[in-house]
């Protein structure tokens, strides 16, 4: 393999008012008194007459040395030999050498074992001599240069791009070897840096980095930091990946081993016409299969994936087509008031599904996550949000009272910088109040980029719309942060219900949830409930609404209606 892992030194660059480093290597007195005058206006140099004064002079500053101008014969060592050990020792190998000679047949031997020009003696008038040197330092200072972008500053290892060009370049010259693309991935890499501090987490990155180059170097694999705490490796196919991740984690933390838990994914003996970064994609999605799991930390892309990623790729391609096909179809969700001893409708959630005309209905946790990974969803959102303000009008005027429906409101629609201006002329061209379209925001939308999010609700809030925290305790926020967020309404998470009954009744948590709604004066829906012992708890305790199977699963429009009937004082229908 032509560019094997290694730790590289990064090319010391000269200051500016220091001069670059030549080591003359010439035993003859004269000659070497002969090119230090030529250089030594320009140069700092170092003269030296045998084999052992070179070696020394290099191992203390290799370094520092720019060139090395070598005389084949010396006293203790021929020429050749030395410029052999400096061209095989990684520290040395990238500086530059110009042999000295008079002997003609040795140049090809030279330019074989790594010689960059030559300079015959008797020598060149100093013009030509000083050419050459000047050149060949620049050239060499110029690849430098282009090693230092391959690198990856921190661990040393490629970044991407250059990573990238490597693993193809390896295929074309290994055909027949079986290689795997591995992604190791560090989970909550960014809770390492709060609680230990920027310095220890590189320190971990760092070690990593060393302990994948120890554990696939020697087999001429190639390793890259793709971001922050994700690392790539192609390397010749492995027989325990176990032990290869164990041996990484090991490394990387020492003593403090449960610190730190690593996730690997790997796409094994890929067909090398699958695209590069395709393979790497592969052993992502493996990865990702294993993200919240304690138990297992090591996965391998597998037949049922490759299955899931052609449906998804299936799903995106007919995106469009569904769309203008209406293929997609909002239902709604009842959310009862349970605060009066009848509980009363107080409105529904607009949920969508895709009635597909060969695969049936597709429910929105396959396509939205696919959707919001590329924009898609923004279109999508759109096309649910005016079907959902058509369909409030629509009852408006058949029952000649409001049922407030919520629309979810993905993470990437906040980032719309038009988002408030879409939603308002659809309000006003729908002759709705803003008050009528309540908007889910999902807690997580709030912790991951919070002062872009928190405006933009402000936004909404003051235009007039209703807002609603979803998934609430699914994410990180802290009290405090809570308590400053603009929010008219709680909405608990589904999974945040399930754990707390599943556990026998200890209900504490949801209390202490209910209070903090309470002490923040916004009234909290619960979502997800099944079961008449939830909807009682939930009631005890003071939860003003309540979304679930238990009441009713999402509806398509017409059968929604029969809820608003039901409800009516004394079935005000219009019509
Ligand atoms: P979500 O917003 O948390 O919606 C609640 C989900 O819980 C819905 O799943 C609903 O059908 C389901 N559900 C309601 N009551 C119960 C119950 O008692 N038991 C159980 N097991 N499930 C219940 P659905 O409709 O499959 O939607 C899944 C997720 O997809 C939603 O989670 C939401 O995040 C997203 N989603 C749905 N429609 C849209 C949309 O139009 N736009 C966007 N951006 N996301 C949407
Ligand atoms: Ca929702
Ligand atoms: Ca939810």
């Not at 959630?349 to 898609?376: C, D, K, T, Y």
Request: hydrophobic fraction near 40%; aromatic fraction near 8%; charged fraction near 30%.
């Amino acid at each position: 393999m032509t560019a094997e892992i290694r730790n590289s030194e990064l090319p010391s660059e000269p200051g500016a008012d220091r001069k670059r480093k030549i080591l003359i290597v010439e035993d003859e007195f004269v000659n070497r008194e002969i090119l230090s005058a030529m250089l030594a206006s320009e140069y700092e140099v170092i003269p030296v007459g045998s084999g052992a004064d070179a070696e020394e002079a290099l191992r203390r500053q290799f370094g520092e040395i720019s060139l090395v101008l070598l005389d084949l014969n010396l006293p203790d060592r021929h020429g050749l030999d030395i410029l052999r050990e400096l061209k095989d020792d990684p520290r040395t190998s990238k500086i530059p050498v110009i042999v000295l000679t008079s002997d003609k047949e040795a140049e090809v031997e030279c330019l074989n074992v790594g010689a960059i020009d030559f300079i015959p003696k008797p020598y060149p008038i100093p013009k030509v001599v000083q050419a050459r040197v000047r050149r060949t330092i620049e050239l060499s200072e110029d690849r430098d240069l282009i090693r230092y972008t391959e690198r990856d500053h921190l661990t040393g290892l490629y970044t991407r791009e250059y990573f990238y060009r490597y693993a193809a370049q390896y295929d074309v010259y290994n055909r027949d070897v079986q290689t795997d693309a591995l992604v190791l991935d560090v989970n909550h890499f960014q809770m390492i840096n709060e609680r230990f501090g920027k310095q220890y987490a590189d320190g971990v990155l760092v070690r990593i980095a060393r302990a994948i180059v120890s554990a696939v170097g020697a087999s001429g694999g190639i390793a890259c930091r793709r971001s922050a705490d994700m690392f790539l490796v192609y390397c010749p196919h492995l027989l325990d990946y176990q032990a290869f991740l164990d041996g990484i984690v090991t490394a990387a933390c020492g003593e403090d081993k449960g610190r730190i838990r690593i996730r690997l994914g790997v796409c094994a003996g890929a067909d090398k016409s699958v695209e590069m970064q395709t393979r790497f994609d592969r052993a992502k999605i493996a990865a990702d299969t294993v993200r919240g799991s304690f138990t297992d930390c090591v996965a391998f892309y597998d037949n049922a994936m490759h299955e899931k990623e052609i449906y998804a790729e299936r799903l995106l391609d007919e995106f469009q087509a569904a769309i203008d096909g209406k293929q997609f179809s909002v239902y709604f969700q009842p959310k009862f008031d349970v605060r009066p001893e009848k509980p009363i409708l107080s409105g529904a959630e607009a949920l969508v599904r895709w009635i597909h005309p060969e695969l049936g209905v597709i429910s929105p946790g396959v396509f939205i996550p696919l959707f919001e990974n590329n924009g898609l969803i923004r279109m999508l959102d759109h096309y649910v949000w005016q079907e959902t303000v058509e369909r409030i009008g629509e009852w408006k005027r058949k029952f000649g009272c409001t049922v407030p429906v919520s629309v979810n409101v993905s993470r990437v629609d906040m980032l719309d910088p038009d988002l408030v201006e879409t939603l308002v002329d659809l309000i006003r061209g729908g002759g709705l109040e803003f008050s009528d379209l309540h908007l889910e925001i999902t807690e997580t939308a709030y912790t991951e980029d919070a002062r872009q999010i928190i405006s933009t609700v402000n936004r909404l809030r003051e235009t007039g719309f209703v807002i609603e925290m979803d998934d609430f305790g699914s994410g990180y926020s802290s009290l405090n942060m809570i308590a400053t967020l603009p929010i008219d309404v709680l909405k608990l998470d589904m999974a945040f219900i399930r754990n707390v009954f599943r556990e026998n009744g200890n209900l504490r948590m949801l209390k202490v949830i209910v209070e903090i709604a309470e002490t923040l004066s916004v009234p909290m829906i619960a979502e997800g409930v099944e079961k008449e012992e939830q909807l009682n708890a939930l009631r005890e305790m003071g939860c003003a609404m309540v979304q679930g199977y238990y009441f009713s699963p999402p509806l398509p429009p017409g059968e929604f209606e029969k809820h608003i009937r039901e409800w009516l004082p004394q079935g005000r229908e219009k019509e």
